[in-house]
Nanobody, 127 residues
Framework: QVQPVESGGGLVQAGDSLRVSCALPGATFEGKNIGWFRQAPGKEREFVGAISWKTGGSDYRDSMKDRSFLLRDKNKNVVHLRIDDAKAEDTAVYYC????????????????????WGQGIQVTVSS
C-alpha cells in the first residue's frame, strides 16, 4: 500500500491562485488515476478533479471547471492542482487519492473508487 502525500496549500488570499501538489514517495503514478477531493468544516467530502497519469486527460467538478487545472509532472512524479480566483468557499482540507486505472465501473468522482488516500492538507482562503 502506498500513501500519497499532499503539499502546498496554507493561507491564500481571495482572488489569488490556490496550489496543492501530490507525490507518491517510494512508488510511481504509472497505471493510476489521481483524484483530488476536499472537505470543508461541517460538509461532506466532495470531488474537485482527477487526472489520468497515462494520458494527462482530466475532469473537474462542474462548478469549478472554469478555474481548476490539473497537471502531471512525469519527471518529478508529482501531480499539481491549481484553482484560480480562490474564494472563501474553497477553504477546506484537500485530499489526494489514487486509483488503479482501467477498473471496470470505477469513476473519477466517486471517493469509494479510490484505493489510497493522503492525510490531507489545509487550505484557507482569506478575504
Amino acid at each position: 500500500q502506498v500513501q500519497p502525500v499532499e503539499s502546498g496549500g496554507g493561507l491564500v488570499q481571495a482572488g489569488d491562485s490556490l496550489r496543492v501538489s501530490c507525490a507518491l514517495p517510494g512508488a510511481t503514478f504509472e497505471g493510476k488515476n489521481i483524484g483530488w477531493f476536499r472537505q470543508a468544516p461541517g460538509k461532506e467530502r466532495e470531488f474537485v478533479g482527477a487526472i489520468s497519469w497515462k494520458t494527462g486527460g482530466s475532469d473537474y467538478r462542474d462548478s469549478m471547471k472554469d478555474r481548476s487545472f490539473l497537471l502531471r509532472d512525469k519527471n518529478k512524479n508529482v501531480v499539481h492542482l491549481r484553482i484560480d480566483d480562490a474564494k472563501a468557499e474553497d477553504t477546506a482540507v484537500y485530499y489526494c487519492a489514487v486509483q488503479t486505472a482501467g477498473h471496470l465501473g470505477s469513476t473519477w468522482s466517486n471517493s469509494y473508487d479510490y484505493d489510497d488516500w493522503g492525510q490531507g492538507i489545509q487550505v484557507t482562503v482569506s478575504s
